[in-house]
């Protein structure tokens, strides 16, 4: 199989390995789309990809928030009681993409791992477990939560989850599933050998999690749970509301199959996909794929035309995931990135290259968005939704992200009619506060002294 994809180089590679690495070379081997392979070669590593933009791009529809007309307002309060009902009947489930290998960070481990809170250091994990305990406490449900992990992380994830007793979730609560991975493939179209038992690997992209939830199991669980919609957000993005009945609702009631959260773009260029629509269909458009001459283009009152970002905050129908993977199947389009992958030389050594030396191919979930015959979009708050962390400091960082949750927190404590001054650092819990109502109800039970600048204080338990 490897001869039919021209990989002579790795038919050495195991005519020298020992026994075991043989097994270790075998299982990866046998993880590998053959059938594939050639053409992603052809046509993603030898030939470089033309990104074709439809002529016919326009901005996609959204729903404005907060609401603006009165039959908005009406509208969305009726979606909020159907979202909070979904939750209590247990129709959601929560799902984080958590199989990135974070490169951006700098940090050893599962990004998941990394302490992000403020003041007491909790990781992304925990913050999202106990937001979804307190939402789970709220709606006197237990809410399934899945994780998707890669083979790189897996271990290390399940077992950070064990040894933290799953945060206090009910036995069964969370669930972890494995995503595929794609070999690393150099520019002269050989799968590279990152040391004598193993193929340089990496995950295939979050749009990865439709198929791995089918291979898994992870769908029949859903379904025999009686859950029909996942509630879906990256796990570097403490901010996102796990289970927003709002965003829930209006999925249900507009009949949509995949629904996403829009955020008006800070400028033209700003690093978010742009949402548009072309025949007929919703998709995403990368940043770097957006011709300028669009993204530039101003409507008549100066806003941009082309407005709308992704924060890649999805809710996605399960009977949707069923039909787009009944075949066992799904081919989303792959995604190039040039990457510098270390790789074994002929004389044994690992090397780690000064440039690019091999293509990663990822597809990403937001493809699934033109297959859906219904679809809708809902602006959200920045402040309240978004703060991702790539980076270990700038733009989109931990630091960006802590400030955040930091500031949404002192929004939150003088909502209750607490006193927070400005450059305090103060930190609650998501296990008693997931949303405004009950930083109201928390702060009127246990009142807060007031928080000095400088003052570090962390809220609940
Ligand atoms: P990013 O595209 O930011 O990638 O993933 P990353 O791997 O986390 O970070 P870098 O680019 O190496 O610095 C966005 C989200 O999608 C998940 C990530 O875990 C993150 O939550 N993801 C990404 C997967 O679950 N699987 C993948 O194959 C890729």
Redesign the pocket.
Known sequence: RNQTANQGNLRKLYAYASDADKANLERQFAGIDWEELPAIIENYVLSRPKTDIPSDLSPAPFFPFPAKTPEQKELYSRATELGERMLREGKVACL??????????GFDGP?GTYPITPVLGKTLFQYFAESIARVSEKHGRPLLWFV?C?ELNYEATRSFFEKHGDFGLAKGQVNFFV?GTMPAIGLDGKLIAASKDSLAL?????G??LLALRKSGCLDKMKNAGVECLSYF???NPLVPVADPLFLGLHALERSQMSSRMLPKTGPFEKLGNFCMTGGRLQIIEYSDMPTELAERKKADGTLDFLAGSP?IHVIDVAFIESLTADGRLSLPWHRADKKVPYLAPDGTIVKPESPNAVKV?SFIFDALPLAERVMVLEGAREEIFG?T?NATGVDSAESCRAMLVARDIRRMRLAGMQAEDGAIVEISPRCVVDDADAIAYFKENPATPVAAGERKAFGK
Do not use: I
């Open positions: 984080t993409v958590a199989g990135g290998q974070g490169t951006r960070l990004k998707m890669s995503q990496a995950p295939n992209g979050h990865g999690t990256q796990v570097d890649a990822e991702p790539k």
